[in-house]
C-alpha cells in the first residue's frame, strides 16, 4: 500500500466537496436557487444589463448610474482588437478556427501574449482589473471576426457606445439587431454568468493559483468548457427538437432513445434535484420570443419529462439551462456553432472574477493522488 497517500480520499468527480470560500456566488441544488453575490441571479437577469451584473463581479456591488457609464464606457473601449491580433485572425479562422470554441481561445491566448500579460504575482491589482475587464471585453469581438472570416465575410469592427450584447449581435450578424433579440440574448448572458464550483471555474482557480496570468487562466477554462459535458454541446438540444420534428413523434423518439442507452440532451444535472432556475427563465424568454420551434418546444418537454420519470423513477430528471438555451440563441439569430463561444462569452465574467478572488487569498491548488499500479522496483 502507498502509505504516503494514506490519508483523506476525495469521492470522484469531487463531488460534494467544499474545495474553497468564495463570496461570488453560489447554487443550491435541493432549492433549485442560484445567487450571484446577494441578489437572486434569474432576478438580476430579468431587470439587469451585462454591463450592471460585469461590474457587480468584478467591482464588488450593482453600480450606480455613473458607475455605470464609466465601467460602460470604459468595456466599450475595451472591446477594439489590436491590429496584429486582428490581422492574425484570418489564418486561424482559415485553419479552422471559426466554427467552434478552439478559434476565440487560440485568438485570446494570441491577444494575452500580444499585450504581455505576465504571471500575476508580479502585477499591481490595478494591472490585474484591467486585465480582467479586457479579456472580458475583448472576447465578443474575436469570436465575431472568426466566425465572419470562416463565412468569408470581413470582420465587423465594435462600436464602444454599444452595450455588448447588442455589439455582439451586430458584429456576429452584419445587421441591426431588433432590441428584442438583444434582450433576450442580455438575459442568457446575465445568466449563464457564474454557477458554482463547476469544471471551468475550478479550473480558473487552479490555473491562477500557481501564478500563472490571467489570460491562461481564462484559455484553459475554456478548454474546460468545451466539453460536451460542461458547455461543449449546447446545441445538441436544438438538433435533437429538429430531429423530432413534431410533438406526436417526441414520444416514440424518446423511448427509443432511452431504450438505447441514449442522454435526452438538456436534461439532467450534477447539482440541480428540481428545475433548473436559469431554464424557466430561458422557457419564458423563448415564449416572449415565440415561434414554431418553441411551441414544439414546450410540447416535447413534457413527454420527455414523463419518460425520463418513468425511466428513472425518484431521481428528478429535470430541464437544464441547456434547452431552452438552445431555442433562445437559435431564434436571436445565434448560428449553432457560436452557442459555445457565446456561453464562453458570459462566463469569463465569472472565471475572471474567481480568478482574482483566488488571488486575493491564494495557496497553490495541489491535491494528491494515491498510486494503485505495481509496485516499484
Ligand atoms: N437522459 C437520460 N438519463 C439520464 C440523463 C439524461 N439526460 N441524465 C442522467 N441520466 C441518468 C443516468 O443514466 C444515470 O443513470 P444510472 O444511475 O442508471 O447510470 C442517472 O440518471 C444519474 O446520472 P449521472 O450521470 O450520475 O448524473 P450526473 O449528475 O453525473 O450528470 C449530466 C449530469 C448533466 C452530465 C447528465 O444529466 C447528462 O448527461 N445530461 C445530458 C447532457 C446535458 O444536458 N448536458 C448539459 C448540462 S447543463
Redesign the pocket.
Known amino acids: 500500500m502507498d502509505t504516503t497517500t494514506a490519508g483523506w480520499t476525495a469521492p470522484p ?1 469531487l463531488e460534494g466537496v467544499v474545495v474553497a470560500e468564495t463570496r461570488i456566488g453560489s447554487v443550491r441544488g435541493e432549492e433549485g436557487f442560484y445567487h450571484y453575490g446577494p441578489h437572486p441571479a434569474p432576478a438580476l437577469a430579468e431587470r439587469c444589463t451585462t454591463e450592471e451584473v460585469w461590474h457587480l463581479l468584478h467591482r464588488g456591488h450593482l453600480p450606480d448610474s455613473d458607475e455605470l457609464d464609466r465601467f460602460a464606457a470604459t468595456t466599450g473601449r475595451l472591446r477594439a482588437l489590436p491590429d496584429d491580433v486582428a490581422s492574425a485572425l484570418g489564418p486561424i479562422a482559415a485553419i479552422g478556427g471559426s466554427q467552434s470554441l478552439a478559434g476565440p481561445r487560440t485568438a485570446l491566448s494570441l491577444l494575452a501574449a500580444a499585450e504581455g500579460f505576465g504571471p500575476w504575482l508580479d502585477l499591481s491589482s490595478d494591472v490585474i482589473h484591467h486585465q480582467a475587464v479586457r479579456l472580458v471585453a475583448v472576447l465578443p469581438t474575436l469570436t465575431a471576426s472568426l466566425w465572419r472570416l470562416g463565412q468569408g465575410e470581413d470582420p465587423i469592427a465594435p462600436t464602444p457606445d454599444r452595450p455588448l450584447a447588442e455589439d455582439y449581435l451586430r458584429m456576429v450578424t452584419g445587421s441591426e439587431p431588433l432590441p428584442q433579440h438583444v434582450r433576450a440574448l442580455e438575459r442568457y448572458l446575465v445568466l449563464t454568468i457564474d454557477h458554482g464550483f463547476n469544471a471551468s471555474t475550478f479550473t480558473a482557480r487552479t490555473v491562477t493559483s500557481t501564478g500563472a496570468d490571467l489570460g491562461s487562466a481564462v484559455v484553459a477554462a475554456m478548454g474546460a468548457l468545451s466539453g ?3 458547455g461543449g ?1 449546447p446545441s ?2 436544438l438538433d435533437m427538437l429538429q430531429q423530432i420534428g413534431r410533438p406526436d413523434r417526441a414520444a416514440a423518439w424518446v423511448d427509443e432513445a ?1 431504450a438505447g442507452g ?9 447539482v440541480y434535484r428540481t428545475e ?1 432556475p436559469r431554464s424557466a427563465l430561458l422557457k419564458q424568454t423563448a415564449i416572449e420570443l415565440g415561434g414554431p420551434i418553441v411551441d414544439l418546444a414546450i410540447e416535447v418537454e413534457g413527454t420527455i419529462l414523463e419518460a ?1 420519470q418513468r ?2 423513477p425518484g ?1 428528478e ?1 429535470r430541464t ?3 434547452y431552452y438555451a438552445g431555442v433562445v440563441l437559435h431564434l436571436v439569430g445565434l448560428p449553432e456553432e457560436l452557442f459555445t463561444p457565446t456561453f464562453a462569452i458570459s462566463r469569463n465574467i465569472g472565471w475572471t472574477a474567481h480568478a482574482i478572488e483566488q488571488m486575493e487569498a491564494n495557496r497553490l491548488i495541489r491535491p494528491r493522488a494515491r498510486y494503485v499500479g505495481p509496485p516499484p522496483d
Not at 441514449?262 to 450534477?270: D, K, L
Open positions: 468527480g460536451p459535458l460542461h454541446a445538441l438540444a432511452l441514449r442522454r435526452i440532451m438538456g436534461f439532467g444535472h450534477r433548473d425520463l425511466h428513472r431521481r430528471l437544464n439551462v441547456e
